[in-house]
């Protein structure tokens, strides 16, 4: 009896701790997002949340004007960069940080706070890592979810595009990666390892991508399909090179071995892009 009595008691106190250890989940109101992209060398990471209008004026309501504004809603929204970046002309050091924002009508007040959970009630502008303004445009989509997205993406740079009802503010964040590859480069040049043909195949591309000195591009491209000989993506870089030097004549030649070579490996793509290239540069003679 007593031992059934308190197994009784033991299954009561389960039930009830059971109970107790139930989370109701509903879906969040403003949910979280997160989108990281590589710009250059640099990683960027964001973290918000995104409130919907539901029916409701945003810009002068909602979000009031001349008010400081998290720039999303729960918690801080937040920009983590791997490496130093330039915004608005000035240097951001590698890190993470709060963005908010002052909306008003005509212009917007950006800000970068140091402190990365900071929200407006904690708020100091002495932990400002950067203020700078930002002209919002109107937009012809209505936006019913607040975005943050980052477009028109180069090698060197992004805008981050700020979305919502039909209004629209955009920054663009640079990524300082010249002086980074270039100490690469000269490192390399210094001591050069033959094995590494990627190394020579990427300081070609990057100085004729750059406007940089064509004669050391085709050195590094000889040198890489040296190691290379057929390797028809290489050659097709020899052949841009020299076509960028307006040598047309010697590029042809390196477009011709090229299209043999990729024609052997039966890779439509550069079959068709030397193809293209030797029609084009035939009349540039």
């Given at each position: 009896?007593?031992?059934?009595?308190?197994?009784c008691?033991?299954?009561?106190?389960?039930?009830?701790?059971?109970?107790?250890?139930?989370?109701?989940?509903?879906?969040?109101p403003?949910?979280?997002?997160?989108?990281?992209?590589?710009?250059?060398?640099?990683?960027?990471?964001?973290?918000?949340?995104r409130?919907?209008?539901?029916?409701?004026k945003?810009?002068?309501?909602?979000?009031?004007?001349?008010?400081?504004?998290?720039?999303?809603?729960n918690?801080?929204?937040?920009?983590?960069?791997?490496?130093?970046?330039?915004?608005?002309?000035?240097?951001?050091?590698?890190?993470?940080?709060?963005?908010?924002?002052?909306?008003?009508?005509?212009?917007w007040?950006?800000?970068l706070s140091?402190?990365?959970?900071?929200?407006t009630?904690?708020?100091?502008?002495?932990?400002?890592?950067?203020?700078?303004?930002?002209?919002?445009?109107k937009t012809?989509?209505?936006v019913?979810?607040?975005?943050?997205?980052?477009?028109?993406?180069?090698?060197?740079?992004?805008?981050?595009?700020?979305?919502?009802?039909?209004?629209?503010?955009?920054?663009?964040?640079?990524?300082?990666?010249?002086?980074?590859?270039?100490k690469?480069?000269?490192?390399?040049?210094?001591?050069?390892?033959?094995?590494?043909a990627?190394?020579?195949?990427?300081?070609?591309?990057?100085?004729?991508?750059?406007?940089?000195?064509l004669?050391k591009?085709?050195?590094?491209?000889?040198?890489?399909v040296?190691?290379?000989?057929?390797?028809?993506?290489?050659?097709?870089?020899?052949?841009?090179?020299?076509?960028?030097?307006?040598?047309?004549?010697?590029?042809?030649?390196?477009?011709?071995?090229?299209?043999?070579?990729?024609?052997?490996?039966?890779?439509?793509?550069?079959?068709?892009?030397?193809?293209?290239?030797?029609?084009?540069?035939?009349?540039?003679?």
């Amino acid at each position: 009896m007593q031992k059934s009595i308190l197994m009784c008691v033991a299954l009561f106190f389960f039930a009830i701790g059971s109970i107790a250890a139930q989370q109701i989940t509903v879906p969040q109101p403003s949910p979280a997002a997160s989108l990281t992209q590589k710009v250059g060398l640099t990683d960027i990471t964001v973290n918000y949340s995104r409130p919907s209008s539901k029916g409701r004026k945003v810009f002068g309501d909602l979000v009031a004007f001349n008010t400081l504004w998290r720039t999303g809603a729960n918690g801080a929204t937040k920009f983590k960069f791997s490496t130093p970046v330039i915004i608005d002309g000035k240097k951001v050091e590698a890190g993470e940080y709060a963005l908010l924002s002052i909306p008003s009508e005509n212009e917007w007040t950006m800000i970068l706070s140091k402190n990365a959970n900071t929200g407006t009630a904690d708020y100091k502008e002495s932990d400002d890592a950067l203020r700078f303004k930002v002209k919002p445009m109107k937009t012809n989509d209505m936006v019913q979810t607040f975005t943050i997205s980052l477009g028109n993406l180069t090698n060197t740079s992004t805008d981050v595009e700020i979305s919502w009802e039909n209004t629209k503010a955009i920054f663009k964040i640079d990524s300082e990666i010249d002086a980074t590859i270039m100490k690469q480069i000269d490192d390399f040049a210094k001591n050069p390892n033959a094995s590494l043909a990627n190394n020579y195949s990427s300081a070609a591309s990057y100085y004729f991508n750059n406007d940089k000195d064509l004669n050391k591009a085709l050195e590094w491209i000889n040198k890489a399909v040296e190691i290379n000989p057929d390797a028809f993506w290489l050659i097709r870089t020899k052949s841009l090179i020299q076509a960028k030097m307006k040598n047309y004549k010697e590029a042809i030649k390196t477009a011709e071995l090229s299209l043999v070579k990729s024609t052997a490996a039966k890779n439509n793509d550069y079959i068709k892009m030397n193809t293209e290239s030797i029609k084009e540069w035939s009349g540039m003679k």
